[in-house]
């Protein structure tokens, strides 16, 4: 079973993200999907063919991660943008959010902070699923630094390939851009 590149086209027009932006990085996530497609198709050639224990087979199995997450945290991401609306202060999400960090204002502050940090990356506001709690983490690379047993629930790309068109170096501009497109549904659809 492969993976398919989902269309978010729909996304084109959104303030702040111009189409040439947004069509690189459709681009670039549509080379995730067909890299994990074809990761797996190898491995799974070398597993009838019996060469697991090969270097090559663990070298595909490490990039594994790399191209699988890159395909799924485009997803996530590209599906959490859209939105018009800021957060509803009454929803279960801001109540959540508000549990853990005291106010809304203050998770923004730490989840800015985050996304300006010197590095590649992402932020994501994860869900602790042992006790519900929420924190914000800073993902260096796709593979590395997923905390485990938790659910993403709002991810950003702070990678440059993100925003460098548009914003040059001014990351904090983005980040502003992306937060007037959070679609807080799907964020909140992702809550458990």
Not at 55 to 66: D, H, I, N, S, V
Request: aromatic share 14%.
């Amino acid at each position: 079973m492969s993976y398919t590149a989902k269309d978010y086209s729909k996304l084109i027009g959104i303030e702040g993200f111009s189409e040439t932006l947004l069509k690189n990085h459709f681009t670039l996530y549509q080379g995730y999907v067909t890299n994990t497609n074809k990761v797996l198709d190898l491995l799974d050639q070398m597993l009838k063919e019996d060469k697991t224990a090969t270097p090559e087979y663990a070298e595909l199995k490490r990039r594994l991660g790399w191209e699988f997450n890159g395909m799924r945290l485009h997803e996530y991401y590209f599906e959490n943008l859209g939105g018009k609306s800021p957060l509803d202060k009454s929803s279960k999400l801001a109540k959540k959010i508000m549990d853990n960090f005291g106010t809304y204002e203050a998770w923004e502050k730490d989840f800015r902070a985050t996304g300006t940090m010197r590095g590649i990356g992402w932020v994501v506001l994860y869900q602790d699923m042992t006790n519900g709690r929420l924190i914000n983490f800073w993902i260096n690379e796709h593979d590395v630094s997923h905390p485990a047993g938790c659910n993403p629930l709002l991810i950003m790309d702070v990678f440059e390939h993100a925003f460098m068109i548009d914003y040059g170096l001014k990351r904090p501009d983005y980040i502003s851009a992306f937060f007037k497109n959070i679609d807080w549904s799907a964020v909140e659809g992702r809550l458990k």
